[in-house]
């Protein structure tokens, strides 16, 4: 993608409360397994508008590290917090989620939904493993095949945006050779791609006679239209999928 491009895609969405599919229930049933104290320390990594790290913060006592490279982001979040009451226990980090700033074994929990993509499932599982104290865990979402074979249309699409992209039990069998515990895995509701969807077509037809006289504009939003569709036709070859994984005591 294009620095202009990349800038497009900001601006598109800087309006948007979801950057990708999500789902409060989801999230819940994740965080479900994992007890957390006070004491705590929870990294939310690539947390984007923050939705799923006002849910760790309201539903668990731990402190939560919002990391993201988009400093308005983090501002915005900040913001929200404290319009919910739940912002002393909320630190923001400008933070590369392929470098992040945490020392070994100082972490009890990773969160990281519809990110790790950018830097690839398997790097992000490596890098992050030894910031987490034995017993620790990581949950993360990411996009996978749910059939062996998709159709081509579906294939030519991940094949462009995510070469990396596999089956649900290959990303079970990567966490496991990355040196962690599978505790859950499952897939994300159609639900939660459609209210992730449902604001990006709304948004697209704002901007359709805005953006008219823009050529790279209008290839932005004929792309994202394209995504829409493939999905709504597709959906049930692909998705996300929720891991729930721990590091071993020993």
């Given at each position: 993608?294009?620095?202009?491009?990349?800038?497009?895609?900001?601006?598109?969405?800087?309006?948007?409360?979801?950057?990708?599919?999500?789902?409060?229930?989801?999230?819940?049933?994740?965080?479900?397994?994992?007890?957390?104290?006070?004491?705590?320390?929870?990294?939310?990594?690539?947390?984007?508008?923050?939705?799923?790290?006002?849910?760790?913060?309201?539903?668990?006592?731990?402190?939560?590290?919002?990391?993201?490279?988009?400093?308005?982001?983090?501002?915005?979040?900040?913001?929200?917090?404290?319009?919910?009451?739940?912002?002393?226990?909320?630190?923001?980090?400008?933070?590369?989620?392929?470098?992040?700033?945490?020392?070994?074994?100082?972490?009890?929990?990773?969160?990281?939904?519809?990110?790790?993509?950018?830097?690839?499932?398997?790097?992000?599982?490596?890098?992050?493993?030894?910031?987490?104290?034995?017993?620790?865990?990581?949950?993360?979402?990411?996009i996978a095949?749910?059939?062996?074979?998709?159709?081509?249309?579906?294939?030519?699409?991940?094949?462009?945006?995510?070469?990396?992209?596999?089956?649900?039990?290959?990303?079970?069998?990567?966490?496991?050779?990355?040196?962690?515990?599978?505790?859950?895995?499952?897939?994300?509701?159609?639900?939660?791609?459609?209210?992730?969807?449902?604001?990006?077509?709304?948004?697209?037809?704002?901007?359709?006679?805005?953006?008219?006289?823009?050529?790279?504009?209008?290839?932005v939003l004929?792309?994202?239209?394209?995504?829409?569709?493939?999905?709504?036709?597709?959906?049930?070859?692909?998705g996300y999928?929720?891991?729930?994984?721990?590091?071993?005591?020993?």
């Amino acid at each position: 993608m294009s620095e202009s491009t990349e800038a497009v895609m900001v601006e598109f969405f800087k309006d948007l409360e979801l950057l990708g599919p999500a789902d409060p229930a989801s999230t819940g049933r994740a965080l479900s397994s994992i007890v957390l104290t006070s004491d705590s320390v929870v990294v939310d990594v690539g947390c984007g508008t923050g939705r799923q790290t006002l849910q760790l913060l309201e539903e668990t006592p731990a402190t939560v590290v919002a990391t993201d490279m988009q400093q308005s982001l983090l501002n915005q979040l900040q913001r929200l917090a404290a319009q919910r009451g739940v912002s002393d226990r909320l630190k923001i980090e400008r933070a590369d989620m392929a470098a992040l700033p945490f020392e070994p074994e100082s972490l009890d929990l990773l969160w990281c939904e519809a990110a790790i993509y950018n830097i690839g499932y398997e790097q992000g599982l490596r890098a992050w493993l030894p910031m987490l104290r034995a017993g620790g865990h990581l949950c993360v979402s990411e996009i996978a095949y749910f059939v062996e074979s998709p159709p081509e249309a579906v294939q030519e699409f991940w094949q462009a945006e995510y070469p990396a992209i596999t089956t649900q039990s290959r990303l079970e069998e990567l966490a496991k050779e990355c040196g962690y515990v599978v505790l859950d895995s499952f897939r994300l509701p159609k639900s939660a791609w459609e209210s992730y969807y449902g604001p990006v077509e709304e948004r697209i037809a704002a901007l359709q006679k805005v953006w008219r006289e823009d050529p790279e504009r209008q290839q932005v939003l004929a792309a994202l239209q394209s995504e829409v569709d493939l999905f709504r036709r597709y959906g049930d070859t692909y998705g996300y999928v929720f891991l729930v994984l721990e590091k071993p005591v020993s």
